[in-house]
């Protein structure tokens, strides 16, 4: 721990310490409350009634429809003798935001991390065996996906790694020992504010998370916890709204932390991942409900009538007549042009969405024409997208390596003889963007390039396939199948 919070810490000023290490950021903490209303679509401003407010019709007050006022538009100027009623107004909110993310989610994380290294020794080639089995254990795919989804949607994550001693020794990393390792993830989505405490290096010396639970006794209790490289630090308030003052250290702790690192990962980015369009969404959602009202007064045919009419038909009569006076007219009422600028305004906007974050547009209507296309084709389509990926590259290569040498220190503990092998081994992960593989192009490439020779054995082939459970019995009846159509009984004519 730094000397200034060591200090407040010997002092026992655990308010001032905590206010320090709220002080430690790089950059302003995240608004979730803000990014949290635009990612719902039930909480976007066009399902807001001050921001849209409903229409207030007036009408007879001895009609049918006459209702009680429930809200009133203040532009809306009411005399003594008239009745009104609210007439409600659409209000289609569109959940882009979420399409956003989940697409860049997939792209980022849609193929599996591939984790390399120059092991030079058996003992590091085991490390790295162990380190994988670790990330199988804790399904590291799907943590990935969910580290992603939170990063883009509320600006910040981090992960907490800790190890859990079971009841019985087991062999499931690749040595004998009695402890899992375990991951849990922090996330504004959750309730959590997160604060990393960075010296002037930009190093992490410090990360902590401040948290609201509900205790055993009832009670609802403000919690700030902290991690250093040496120990766990927690501390509790009496309410929720207590942020300055009246910390006490609970009781336990701290608690030390035996592998000389903080076992935080930590991964902010400045916006989230649709702030630069917002505002084009916005637009989008008050065109296509105001689109959506004008479809509700004017979509339905009417009917404009000269003279006096002395009988209609009844609803739903076939051969129906309509009965004037003399010089009467009825006519239908229709649009002589469809509102081509709003569709022009609402097709410019969905192309700008798309294309100034980087998400393709592969949503049936778009794909559906394209038809058989060659894996270059697949890769140009998708270039915009593989270029996000590269961005993000920039915050999870670091976050990936950083979680990996967390991992090898927890290994290096739990089996001592391969702690030489984890400090020494180098583990370089990669992300590779999603695409739909072409095989056949791709098949044809590497045989090319082999000279056309056979590029994959049968019982491979077959694996690949997957048609069949056991491929090597259903590679023993090729093989038998074969040699039955190549035979001949002795004596057979032949020709």
């Not at 310490?17 to 002080?23: A, D, K, P, Q």
């Not at 989008?284 to 009988?311: C, M, R």
């Not at 600028?341 to 097709?347: A, G, T």
């Not at 048609?467 to 590679?475: C, P, T």
């Amino acid at each position: 721990m730094p000397t200034k919070l060591q200090q407040l810490l010997q002092a026992g000023d655990f308010g001032a310490l905590v206010s320090e290490l709220r002080n430690g950021r790089l950059e302003p903490s995240p608004a979730p409350t803000h990014n949290a209303a635009q990612y719902d679509p039930k909480l976007h401003a066009i399902n807001d009634p001050l921001q849209r407010p409903d229409k207030l019709v007036k009408v007879d007050p001895s009609a049918e429809d006459y209702g009680q006022v429930t809200s009133i538009n203040p532009n809306t100027e009411l005399t003594s003798d008239a009745g009104f009623r609210v007439e409600r107004v659409a209000r289609i909110a569109l959940a882009i935001q979420k399409l956003i993310v989940k697409r860049a989610v997939a792209f980022t994380f849609g193929n599996p991390v591939i984790y390399s290294s120059d092991a030079a020794t058996d003992q590091e080639q085991e490390v790295l065996q162990s380190v994988k089995r670790v990330f199988a254990d804790i399904k590291e795919n799907t943590l990935n996906r969910r580290i992603a989804r939170s990063l883009f949607s509320t600006q910040e994550v981090a992960e907490l790694w800790y190890p859990v001693e079971t009841a019985t020794e087991h062999n499931i990393y690749g040595f004998p020992t009695r402890y899992k390792f375990r991951v849990a993830i922090f996330s504004p989505v959750f309730g959590d504010k997160l604060w990393p405490y960075f010296d002037d290096s930009r190093d992490l010396i410090a990360f902590s998370r401040e948290f609201t639970r509900k205790d055993a006794d009832g009670q609802t209790r403000n919690y700030f916890e902290t991690y250093t490289a040496d120990a766990h630090y927690l501390w509790t308030a009496q309410s929720k709204d207590n942020t300055t003052g009246n910390w006490e250290m609970a009781e336990g702790y701290p608690k030390a932390l035996p592998i000389g690192k903080i076992p935080v990962v930590y991964a902010s980015q400045p916006q989230t991942e649709w702030a630069d369009v917002q505002n084009l969404i916005d637009r989008l959602e008050k065109l296509l409900s105001n689109y959506a009202d004008t479809n509700d007064y004017h979509a339905s045919p009417k009917i404009f009538v000269q003279g006096s009419i002395k009988g209609f038909a009844r609803k739903g009569e076939a051969g129906a007549i309509i009965e004037g006076e003399d010089g009467a007219s009825a006519q239908y009422l229709s649009w002589q042009s469809a509102p081509e600028s709003v569709r022009l305004e609402i097709d410019t906007l969905l192309r700008m969405v798309y294309t100034i974050t980087q998400t393709p547009d592969i949503s049936f209507d778009t794909v559906k024409g394209i038809g058989a296309v060659s894996g270059t084709a697949l890769r140009l389509m998708f270039l915009d997208a593989h270029l996000k990926v590269q961005d993000k590259a920039e915050i999870f290569d670091e976050y990936l390596q950083r979680r990996c040498n967390i991992v090898k220190a927890y290994i290096a503990q739990a089996a001592i003889k391969m702690a030489p092998a984890a400090q020494s081994l180098i583990i370089r992960p990669k992300i590779t963007p999603y695409i739909i593989e072409d095989e056949l192009s791709k098949v044809n490439i590497l045989q090319a390039a082999n000279g056309g020779k056979q590029m994959a054995s049968r019982a491979e082939t077959i694996r690949r396939l997957g048609w069949a459970d056991d491929v090597a019995a259903e590679e023993a009846a090729i093989i038998a199948e074969e040699e039955a159509a190549n035979s001949f009984a002795e004596g057979e004519p032949t020709f």
